[in-house]
Every structure is written in C-alpha cells, then in structure tokens.
C-alpha cells in the first residue's frame, strides 16, 4: 500500500490503529493512487454487500466513527461513512470563521443542504440573498449551487450545526469533500 500510494509505511500504520488522521490532500493522493472515489476510502465492503441484497439500510453515526476533514473555517464530521451511494451526507460541522472576510470566496456544489444550529449563532451568508443570524434551534434550507458560507455569529467564537447536503449524483460524498478541498486549497480552509 506503502508503495503503490507514495505514503510512508509508518504513516499507514500510524492511521490503522487510530494514532494519526490523514489530511485532505494525502486522502486525495491516496485516491487518486489507487483510482478510487474518496468515498469508496471510507464505505464498508461488508454494508455495501449487505446493501444489495437487503432493501432496508442502518447505520449509527458517532463522532468517534466519523471521518474527520479539518478546515481553517470548519471541521467537519461526516457521519455513517459505511453506507455508500446515500441520497443526502449528514454532517456534524464546528464553524470557527467569525466573518465573511476571514471565511473567504463563498463555497457551490450540486445539490440541496439542511443546516440546524446546536450551539452558538451563525450568519447564513449566500448569493442572493441577505444574510440572515440563526440561533439554536432554528435552521435554514438552502440551493448548494448558490455559493454560500455559515460563519459564526458576532460575539460567538465558534458555533456548532448538524446539516444534510443532499443530490441526485452518486459521487455527492466525494464531490462535498472536493468543495471543502477547494475551500482549504484556496487559502480559505
């Protein structure tokens, strides 16, 4: 794996037993080295088999079986990873931006996403439309083509949401992860 990826044998060992969480860039590196999508790195061949033969799919998500992708402006945890080809990703999401300013260019990827406040307030930043302050409890449903940023709130160092991106692509999971890639790559992440 070591060589066929370009990743030091002990950095994969380091990852298999939980000691260390690779970057965007070195999950990339390692897709693009093996031609897979990203979120065949993280589905279970055992669920995917399970998933063919059985209508009726379940996964629970926790944040310690999350896959964790750390941005300046948001870590994210995707949630029940295992289950490939999903309809909608849950996201549990830590937003430390406090500004459109420092947040940076406004992120767009296909599809539709959910974003309900848990703790903190947010400013619901998006192209068309003025921005709006969200406390907890409260939410917003959005167009994710429409280039939009969630920023924490004036007085809020970092708020915290649980959202769902939603489309009808097969590839949604590697295309979100890509967005926020790009987030990072630009500076902005």
């Known amino acids: 794996m070591s060589r066929r990826t370009g990743i030091p044998f002990s950095t994969l060992s380091k990852v298999e037993h939980d000691r260390l969480t690779l970057t965007y860039d070195k999950l990339l590196q390692i897709s693009e080295r093996l031609g897979i ?3 065949e790195l993280f589905a279970d061949p055992q669920a995917e088999r399970q998933a063919q033969s059985v209508t009726a799919r379940r996964s629970i998500g926790t ?3 999350s896959v964790r992708v ?3 402006n948001y870590e994210y945890f995707y949630l029940c990873t295992e289950l490939r080809r999903k309809r909608f990703i849950p996201i549990l999401t830590r937003i430390r931006a406090r500004s459109v300013d420092e947040f940076g260019q406004l992120v767009r990827h296909s599809g539709e996403e959910w974003i309900y406040v848990l703790e903190g307030r947010i400013e619901v930043h998006t192209e068309y439309y003025d921005t709006v302050v969200l406390e907890p409890g409260q939410s ?3 167009d ?3 280039g939009h940023a969630f920023v924490a709130a004036e007085g809020c160092e970092e ?3 649980i959202g769902v991106c939603s489309s009808g692509h097969d ?3 590697d295309e979100i992860i890509s967005a926020h890639a790009d987030e990072a790559a630009n500076g902005d992440g």
Request: avoid cysteine; aromatic fraction near 4%; hydrophobic fraction near 45%.
């Open 37 to 39: 999508g990203l979120s």
């Open 63 to 65: 944040v310690e079986k």
């Open 70 to 72: 750390n941005t300046r």
């Open 140 to 142: 917003v449903y959005i």
């Open 144 to 146: 994710s083509d429409m």
């Open 159 to 161: 708020a915290v949401v």
């Open 171 to 173: 590839d949604h999971m």
